[in-house]
C-alpha cells in the first residue's frame, strides 16, 4: 500500500501544540515530543501534494513483516540518481487498489486547557475520559461547515473514530446528520447534552455511519483523559453509533501503571491501516488523538528530503483535517474496478505499431 498525504484546504489549522512532559512510575517518551532517532525501518511513507512532490519508499529486504510489507510509498523516481538529487517525478497505481483517508484530531477537550498550564494535570482523575469544551464545539462547527463547503461530506463512505468521548462528539458533530427532533423513526447519533455539551440531539439521517475502533485510541495507559468509559454507556449516549467491534464492555486496555511506548503506538498504528484494507468503502473519514497521529506517522518518511519528514511529523492541531491516499500494492485487496473498461467490444485486429516493431525486431534479430 502507498499512503500520500493530500494538503486539504483547512483555514482551522495551526501549526502550534504543546510539549507536554508526563510524569509516570517509569520513565516513558513524552505525550508531545520531536521526531526521535533510530527508529525502526516501515516501508511506509507520506508526504504533501502541495508541492507536486512525491517520496520514494523501499521496502529494507525482501522477508520484511507482513504488518509492513503491506504498506509502501510510491513517489520518488524509481532512478537512483534522481533520488539522491531529490528530483520528483510523477507515479502512477491502480485506482482500484487506493483507498482516501481523511485524518481528523478531535477538538478541544477539558484536559487539553488544563494541560496547557500543567502537563500534571494529565495525570488527573479529574480529566477521566475528557469532554470537548464550548470552544471545542465551536471547532467542531467550523470543521463541519468546510466539510460541507469542500463537498467532502457526500464523499465519505464511513467515518471511523476512537472510542472516547472527545472523539465521538468529534466525529458525530462534524460528520452527523442535521439536528435531530423527537418523533423520527432513527436512532440518534448522539443524545442532547451527551458528554456536557449543552447541545441539541445529532440525527443520524444523510450521513456516512459511524463505527468505533478501538485501534485508533490515543497513547494508553497513566493518563485518566485516555481511559474510556463502558461501551454500555457510549450506546446510551450515541445510540447510533455502531460499538460492534468493541471486544468488552470495560477497558481492559488501558493500565493506571504502565504507559504504552511509543513503539507500541506507532506498532498498532501500522496495525490499524493494514486493517484499513478489511473495510469495503473507498473514502474514510477517521477521527482520532494527536498523539496516536503523531507516532504513527513519524513512522513514515525516514529516506524523505528532511523538509518533507518535517511536514509529515506535524502535530495535528485540535479539528485539524488532512487527506491521504494508500494504495495497496501487495495485492492485499480484492475490490474489482467500477471504471475500468475491457476495450476490444466488438472484437477487431488492433495490433500496435511498437507491438509490430518489437516482433519484427525478434524475428530479424539485433544484428540484422
Known amino acids: 500500500m502507498t499512503l500520500i498525504i493530500k494538503n486539504t484546504i483547512n483555514p482551522y489549522y495551526s501549526e502550534k501544540y504543546n510539549i507536554i512532559n508526563p510524569i509516570t512510575t517509569r520513565p516513558v517518551t513524552p505525550r508531545h515530543h520531536r521526531h526521535r ?33 503491506r ?11 534522481a533520488d539522491m538529487d531529490g528530483g520528483a517525478g510523477p507515479s502512477l497505481f491502480p485506482l482500484h487498489r487506493c483507498k482516501t483517508l481523511h485524518l481528523v484530531r478531535h477538538a478541544q477537550g477539558i484536559h487539553n486547557v488544563e494541560g496547557d498550564k500543567n502537563y500534571k494535570a494529565y495525570l488527573s482523575p479529574e480529566y477521566f475520559d475528557a469532554h470537548l469544551t464550548p470552544l471545542g464545539w465551536q471547532q467542531v462547527d467550523n470543521l463541519r461547515k468546510h466539510v460541507h463547503a469542500s463537498g467532502l461530506s457526500k ?38 447534552n451527551a458528554g456536557n455539551s449543552s447541545r441539541a440531539a445529532i440525527s443520524s439521517l444523510n450521513c456516512p455511519p459511524v463505527i468505533a475502533v478501538e485501534l485508533c485510541r490515543e497513547h ?47 506498532a498498532r498504528g501500522l496495525k490499524f491501516m493494514n486493517w484499513l484494507w478489511t473495510r469495503p468503502e473507498k473514502e474514510i473519514a477517521i477521527v482520532t488523538h494527536s498523539g496516536f497521529l503523531f507516532h504513527t506517522l513519524s513512522s513514515f518518511g525516514n529516506d524523505c528530503h528532511p523538509l518533507v519528514k518535517k511536514e509529515i511529523c506535524k502535530h495535528f492541531a485540535n479539528c ?5 491516499v494508500i494504495v495497496d500494492r501487495s495485492m492485499t485487496g480484492s ?30 534479430g539485433p544484428d540484422s
Open 155 to 192: 464523499r465519505v463512505d464511513l467515518v471511523i473514530t476512537s472510542p472516547l468521548i472527545r472523539t465521538i462528539q468529534t466525529a458525530v458533530g462534524v460528520f452527523g446528520g442535521e439536528g435531530y427532533t423527537d418523533g423520527m423513526d432513527v436512532l440518534p447519533l448522539m443524545v442532547a
Open 335 to 364: 475490490d474489482a474496478s467500477t471504471t475500468n473498461y475491457p476495450g476490444k467490444i466488438p472484437a477487431g485486429l488492433d495490433r500496435p505499431s511498437d507491438v509490430a516493431d518489437e516482433k519484427k525486431l525478434e524475428k530479424e
Open 37 to 69: 532517532q533510530n527508529k525502526p525501518s516501515t516501508s511506509i511513507s507520506l508526504t504533501y501534494l502541495s508541492s507536486s512532490t512525491c517520496i520514494s519508499n523501499r521496502s529494507q529486504s525482501h522477508s520484511s513483516p507482513p504488518l509492513r510489507s
Open 220 to 266: 494508553l495507559g497513566v493518563h485518566p483523559c485516555d481511559k474510556r468509559r463502558n461501551i454500555s454507556e457510549y450506546q446510551f449516549l450515541f445510540p447510533a453509533v455502531d460499538f460492534s467491534l468493541m471486544e468488552s464492555d470495560e477497558d481492559i486496555l488501558w493500565k493506571a501503571d504502565i504507559r504504552e511506548t511509543t513503539e507500541e503506538v506507532a
Open 71 to 81: 504498506i509502501s510509498a510510491l513517489c520518488f523516481s524509481s532512478n537512483p540518481v
Open 320 to 324: 485539524e483535517l488532512r487527506s491521504m
